[in-house]
C-alpha cells in the first residue's frame, strides 16, 4: 500500500495484523524473497529543510537520492558518503532513496576518508512495530542530541521502523579530482601499496583494486592535488608503474561494475589486511574487486550454490568479518542466511532490540530471518 504521510505510515502499521515488507524505490532487493503486505513509502517525498550556512538538509524517506544531488550541487554541496547504487546489478528500476540509503548505511568510496552514511545521519523520525512515531537526533549540527538511536536505525534495513524523515550533514563539492593508477598488482601488492597511501599526509579519498590495478583518488583544489600526486608518487616508489587519470569513473568501484554480469553476487566486510585472503580462498571462476583499502571486497561467480555459501561465510567468520549476498538466484536466497550469522551474543542483543522497537516481528520479517 502507497502511503502519502507519517500520520498514514503509523496508522498502517498500527493496524496490520500480519507482516509488512517495506520498500522506499524498491532499488535494493536484497534479502529473502518478500512475504507479506507492501508499505510503499516512496509516496513521502520532498526536501523539508536546507541550510547551505550550516551544512545541513533535511528530507523526507522516500525523497530521491537524485532530487538531493540535484539541490546540493546548487551550493556546491554534495552527500559525502557517495551512497552506492545497486540497480544496474540487480535489474531493478525505479529511484533510490534516502530514507533506503540510510536503511542499509549504503557507503562507497569515500568511507575510507570520511565515514559511512550514519556518520552524517544527524537526526531521524520513523514509525516502530506498533505504530508509534518516534523523533531521534536534531535538524541541525547545533540542535543535534541523542545520536545513538540515530546511529542504530542507520544499517537496521528497515527491521526496527519505517523511516519517515532523515537529517543529514553534507560537505562542500571540490574543484578538481584525479587518480593515481598502479598497473599490474595482485591483491597483496594491491594492498600493501593502498595502505602506504591511506598512511601518508595526503588525503587519499579513495583506494580501490580494480580490473588489476591500484586506484588512489585524490580531491580538492587543483594546485594542491598537483602537488599531492608528486608526493605520493614518492611514497609509492618500487610500488609500480604509476600514472595519473582525471577521468577514472569512480562509479565503477562504487557499484562494483565488472561484476555485474555475475549471477551471484556477495559484498565481504573485513580488515583491509584480510582482502587478498579473501580473495585466495575463492574458488576458479570468480571475480573481485577490493574498495576501501582492501577492507571491502566485492566477489562475484556466475554461478553458486548452498554451499559455496556457507564456504565463504565461514572462512570470513574466520577472519573475524561478515558477508552479504546481495544478489542471487531466489532459490539461493531462499535456502541461506543472506547476512552473516551473528554470533551467540550479538544475536542476543538483535533480538532485543527488535523486541522493543518491533514487538510482533512484523517489519521486513524476510530480511531478520536472513
Same mark, same amino acid.
Given at each position: ?5 507519517? @500520520? @498514514? ?16 524505490? #524498491? ?9 507479506? *503486505?507492501?508499505? *510503499? ?9 536546507? /541550510? ?32 552506492? !547504487? ?19 548505511? $549504503? ?11 550514519? *556518520? ?11 505504530? +508509534? ?14 545520536? *545513538? ?25 571540490? /574543484? ?9 598488482? @595482485? ?61 577514472? !569513473? ?5 557499484? $562494483? ?5 555475475? #549471477? ?9 589486511? @584480510? ?58 536466497? $531462499? ?6 550469522? /551473528?554470533?551467540? #551474543? ?14 510482533? #516481528?512484523?517489519? +521486513? ?6
Amino acid at each position: 500500500m502507497m502511503l502519502k504521510t507519517e @500520520d @498514514d505510515i503509523a496508522g498502517y502499521v498500527a493496524d496490520a495484523t500480519g507482516p509488512l515488507v517495506v520498500r522506499g524505490g #524498491g532499488t535494493r532487493a536484497v534479502g529473502r524473497p518478500s512475504q507479506g *503486505d507492501l508499505l *510503499d513509502v516512496s509516496n513521502l517525498s520532498g526536501v523539508t529543510l536546507y /541550510e547551505p550556512g550550516a551544512l545541513t538538509i533535511v528530507a523526507k524517506a522516500g525523497t530521491p537520492v537524485s532530487e538531493i544531488e540535484k539541490t546540493l550541487a546548487v551550493e556546491n554541496q554534495r552527500l559525502a558518503f557517495e551512497p552506492y !547504487d545497486l540497480r544496474e546489478m540487480l535489474g531493478t528500476a525505479g529511484e533510490t532513496t534516502i530514507g533506503g540509503v540510510i536503511a542499509t548505511n $549504503a557507503s562507497g568510496p569515500r568511507r575510507i576518508q570520511g565515514g559511512a552514511a550514519r *556518520d552524517f545521519a544527524l537526526g531521524v523520525r520513523f514509525v516502530d512495530g506498533a505504530g +508509534n512515531v518516534i523523533k531521534n537526533g536534531g535538524r541541525v549540527m547545533k540542535n543535534v542530541t541523542g545520536y *545513538d538511536l540515530v546511529k542504530l536505525m542507520a544499517g537496521s534495513w528497515g527491521t526496527l521502523g519505517v523511516m519517515t524523515e532523515v537529517s543529514l550533514k553534507v560537505l562542500p563539492g571540490v /574543484e578538481d579530482v584525479t587518480t593515481l593508477v598502479i598497473d599490474g598488482l @595482485d591483491p597483496a601488492q594491491a594492498v600493501g601499496a593502498m595502505s602506504r597511501a591511506l598512511a601518508s599526509p595526503y588525503e587519499v579519498s579513495g583506494a580501490a583494486w580494480i580490473d588489476g590495478a591500484v586506484w588512489l583518488r585524490l580531491e580538492g583544489f587543483t594546485a594542491s592535488i598537483a602537488y599531492r600526486a608528486d608526493a605520493l608518487k614518492t611514497v609509492l616508489t618500487g610500488a609500480g608503474n604509476i600514472s595519473l587519470e582525471p577521468n577514472a !569513473d569512480w562509479s565503477r568501484v562504487r557499484d $562494483a561494475q565488472p561484476l555485474h554480469g555475475a #549471477g551471484t553476487v556477495w559484498r565481504v566486510s573485513v580488515k583491509p589486511s @584480510d582482502g587478498p585472503a579473501v580473495i585466495a580462498a575463492l574458488p576458479e571462476g570468480c571475480g573481485s574487486l577490493m574498495d576501501w583499502g582492501g577492507g571491502l571486497v566485492w566477489i562475484g561467480q556466475t554461478g553458486a550454490d548452498a554451499a559455496a555459501h556457507a564456504a565463504l561465510q565461514a572462512h570470513v567468520a574466520s577472519l573475524g568479518g561478515h558477508a552479504t549476498l546481495i544478489k542471487g538466484p531466489e532459490a539461493l536466497r $531462499a535456502a541461506v542466511p543472506v547476512f552473516q550469522p /551473528e554470533q551467540a #551474543g550479538v544475536a542476543a542483543l538483535s533480538a532485543a532490540l527488535r523486541a522493543r522497537f518491533d514487538p510482533r #516481528g512484523i517489519l +521486513n520479517p524476510g530480511l531478520m530471518a536472513a
